[in-house]
């Protein structure tokens, strides 16, 4: 973010006029490409300890912004889980047999998704439209106060239609929150500690995820309305918080400078670092003019079209994918948690049990990936994770072809938390910092809209009709078997990421831009070595050209 103040003959000092006179300076422009230079080579020079103490500041807002996701992640895993609670199948259910019971249809499992899907493309569309025009704060806010209005249709609803329409316009809101956490951690951090704020994003949805099944334990054995009341109204406990919090954050300064606001990013950078450790703010500001200016010569326009030319298209196809591969690796069927447990044959108090020990092992997991996420790549995080998913989601297959005992039901239930503690030291956390990097600074936030709505569509085609239709008592009943489709996607999934998916480690920005630019192929990507002084070289060579 901000560097170490230092003066030279070329450096970039604000004048009188502040530092509007860098919105006209040429690309070329000799102080303004030191100063950038000078930037990148701080970024990379500062520790993790260091950047945690200079921008502690930034760290505590992107966790607060982030926090938002929470909302999403304990409404997703609620909702799902929902389908297998007792109290819950009487109200909103139909009877289907003896040995069944009360039953959420499978049809109407396939309405919740795939609707609850369409809302959150529709909220991240909306996102990533409001923000290049308002900045990430007042689009939050607005949706913040969207919320807290419709989760009282989804509280008071007393049909199964009614839910519907609450938790559909409850989604919009979500679709928001899930594009701007990332997108926001990214451009408020420093390089250093970028990959730490972008992860917890991760660890937000496992939160929100313990939070909803240690809710639904409690009060599984409850008769009455509450046991499923309660859950919908502590929805209402986030709104309020985090609208202050909101309100009271800086804005991030690549917005600004998108926007030419300098003076307002310089305020921005300020807020976001420690005023006494002597940080050269302006020289940040012109490092941020020079990325920006440099996007601009490539593909000047912001707009999602924009998103699909130039290189910008392949960094919207890895990170539509990244965010995809989080659907196709199986997510459906292990994140059905106790509704899978039970279809199993495991009592309903046990399954509820069994899933809350899973968030757990998922927070916990998150939290074990900080450790290495700073050692290994991106991309060799992935590989790894990923590869080792394939391999559970064909055993829970294969050990679903037997004839089925009780203990073959708790192997598999077990390899669902294996499965879940193996995402969430690697392709869960890692995606949402790859995600939050790929993506050029002035279309950040629309490729992380395009990808996040990428997820949602699969999440319609994969969770909201195939996988109910799989596993319902009332459909095709596949039980464990299920794992055999997954398995067969997620591995289709793996040899995609290993010719494209692209390393994003320790790369600025400005970097990642050159890198495209290069057409560098993502297998040679970790490797590449980049000589700072001939990216702005080059630019100099095209002018003499």
């Given at each position: 973010?901000?560097?170490?103040?230092?003066?030279?003959?070329?450096?970039?000092?604000?004048?009188?006029?502040?530092?509007?006179?860098?919105?006209?300076?040429?690309?070329?422009?000799?102080a303004l490409t030191n100063a950038a230079l000078d930037a990148?080579?701080?970024?990379?020079?500062?520790?993790?300890?260091?950047?945690?103490?200079?921008?502690?500041?930034?760290?505590?807002?992107?966790?607060?912004?982030?926090?938002?996701?929470?909302?999403?992640?304990?409404?997703?895993?609620?909702?799902?889980?929902?389908y297998g609670y007792p109290s819950f199948r009487a109200k909103?259910?139909?009877?289907?047999?003896?040995?069944?019971?009360?039953?959420?249809?499978?049809?109407?499992?396939?309405?919740?998704?795939?609707?609850?899907?369409?809302?959150?493309?529709?909220?991240?569309?909306?996102?990533?439209?409001?923000?290049?025009?308002?900045?990430?704060?007042?689009?939050?806010?607005?949706?913040?106060?969207?919320?807290?209005?419709?989760?009282?249709?989804?509280?008071?609803?007393?049909?199964?239609?009614?839910?519907?329409?609450?938790?559909?316009?409850?989604?919009?809101?979500?679709?928001?929150?899930?594009?701007?956490?990332?997108?926001?951690?990214?451009?408020?951090?420093?390089?250093?500690?970028?990959?730490?704020?972008?992860?917890?994003?991760?660890?937000?949805?496992?939160?929100?995820?313990?939070?909803?099944?240690?809710?639904?334990?409690?009060?599984?054995?409850?008769?009455?309305?509450?046991?499923?009341?309660?859950?919908?109204?502590?929805?209402?406990?986030?709104?309020?918080?985090?609208?202050?919090?909101?309100?009271?954050?800086?804005?991030?300064?690549?917005?600004?400078?998108?926007?030419?606001?300098?003076?307002?990013?310089?305020?921005?950078?300020?807020?976001?670092?420690?005023?006494?450790?002597?940080?050269?703010?302006?020289?940040?500001?012109?490092?941020?003019?020079?990325?920006?200016?440099?996007?601009?010569?490539?593909?000047?326009?912001?707009?999602?079209?924009?998103?699909?030319?130039?290189?910008?298209?392949?960094?919207?196809?890895?990170?539509?994918?990244?965010?995809?591969?989080?659907?196709?690796?199986?997510?459906?069927?292990?994140?059905?948690?106790?509704?899978?447990?039970?279809?199993?044959?495991?009592?309903?108090?046990?399954?509820?049990?069994?899933?809350?020990?899973?968030?757990?092992?998922?927070?916990?997991?998150t939290i074990i990936s900080w450790f290495y996420i700073s050692?290994?790549?991106?991309?060799?995080?992935?590989?790894?994770?990923?590869?080792?998913?394939?391999?559970?989601?064909?055993?829970?297959?294969?050990?679903?072809?037997?004839?089925?005992?009780?203990?073959?039901?708790?192997?598999?239930?077990?390899?669902?938390?294996?499965?879940?503690?193996?995402?969430?030291?690697?392709?869960?956390?890692?995606?949402?910092?790859?995600?939050?990097?790929?993506?050029?600074?002035?279309?950040?936030?629309?490729?992380?809209?395009?990808?996040?709505?990428?997820?949602?569509?699969?999440?319609?085609?994969?969770?909201?009709?195939?996988?109910?239709?799989?596993?319902?008592?009332?459909?095709?009943?596949?039980?464990?078997?299920?794992?055999?489709?997954?398995?067969?996607?997620?591995?289709?999934?793996?040899?995609?990421?290993?010719?494209?998916?692209?390393?994003?480690?320790?790369?600025?920005?400005?970097?990642?831009?050159?890198?495209?630019?290069?057409?560098?192929?993502?297998?040679?990507?970790?490797?590449?070595?980049?000589?700072?002084?001939?990216?702005?070289?080059?630019?100099?060579?095209?002018?003499?050209?």
């Amino acid at each position: 973010m901000a560097i170490e103040n230092k003066a030279g003959p070329d450096h970039i000092e604000s004048s009188d006029a502040g530092l509007d006179h860098l919105k006209n300076v040429d690309i070329h422009d000799k102080a303004l490409t030191n100063a950038a230079l000078d930037a990148t080579a701080h970024e990379h020079s500062v520790s993790i300890l260091q950047g945690f103490k200079t921008y502690k500041r930034a760290a505590l807002w992107s966790i607060l912004i982030s926090s938002t996701v929470i909302m999403e992640g304990y409404d997703v895993t609620l909702l799902g889980s929902f389908y297998g609670y007792p109290s819950f199948r009487a109200k909103y259910g139909t009877f289907l047999d003896d040995e069944h019971g009360y039953q959420i249809s499978a049809t109407w499992q396939q309405r919740f998704q795939s609707l609850g899907a369409l809302a959150n493309i529709i909220g991240a569309l909306f996102n990533g439209w409001a923000t290049a025009k308002w900045g990430h704060r007042k689009v939050l806010m607005i949706s913040l106060v969207w919320l807290a209005g419709w989760v009282f249709m989804s509280f008071f609803s007393p049909t199964i239609e009614i839910l519907l329409v609450g938790q559909f316009f409850c989604n919009i809101a979500w679709g928001v929150f899930a594009t701007t956490g990332p997108a926001y951690a990214a451009e408020v951090t420093p390089l250093a500690i970028r990959g730490y704020l972008t992860a917890y994003v991760n660890l937000c949805w496992c939160i929100g995820q313990f939070i909803s099944a240690g809710v639904l334990k409690g009060l599984v054995n409850n008769p009455t309305k509450w046991s499923y009341k309660i859950p919908f109204a502590i929805q209402w406990v986030w709104p309020v918080p985090l609208f202050i919090a909101a309100f009271l954050a800086p804005e991030s300064p690549w917005y600004l400078v998108r926007t030419n606001q300098l003076e307002k990013a310089k305020h921005s950078l300020q807020r976001l670092s420690e005023p006494d450790h002597n940080v050269d703010i302006d020289g940040t500001i012109a490092m941020m003019v020079h990325t920006n200016k440099l996007e601009i010569q490539e593909r000047e326009g912001v707009t999602y079209w924009d998103a699909f030319r130039g290189t910008n298209r392949r960094r919207t196809e890895i990170a539509c994918m990244g965010f995809l591969s989080q659907i196709t690796n199986g997510g459906a069927l292990c994140y059905s948690g106790s509704f899978f447990f039970q279809q199993t044959g495991i009592s309903a108090s046990a399954a509820y049990g069994i899933s809350l020990a899973g968030t757990g092992i998922a927070f916990c997991g998150t939290i074990i990936s900080w450790f290495y996420i700073s050692k290994f790549g991106r991309r060799t995080i992935w590989l790894s994770g990923f590869s080792f998913l394939v391999v559970i989601l064909w055993t829970i297959g294969f050990l679903a072809l037997p004839k089925q005992t009780k203990s073959l039901a708790w192997a598999q239930s077990i390899l669902c938390i294996v499965w879940l503690g193996a995402y969430s030291m690697s392709v869960g956390p890692i995606i949402y910092t790859l995600v939050s990097e790929v993506g050029s600074t002035r279309l950040r936030t629309q490729t992380v809209v395009l990808a996040r709505s990428t997820y949602y569509v699969g999440n319609i085609i994969c969770g909201g009709l195939i996988q109910p239709k799989l596993l319902s008592p009332g459909a095709w009943n596949a039980k464990g078997k299920t794992a055999f489709f997954w398995a067969a996607l997620a591995s289709l999934t793996l040899v995609w990421g290993y010719f494209r998916l692209f390393e994003t480690k320790d790369r600025t920005f400005g970097e990642l831009d050159h890198m495209f630019q290069k057409n560098v192929p993502a297998r040679k990507s970790a490797a590449y070595q980049i000589n700072e002084e001939e990216v702005y070289a080059a630019h100099e060579k095209a002018e003499d050209n």
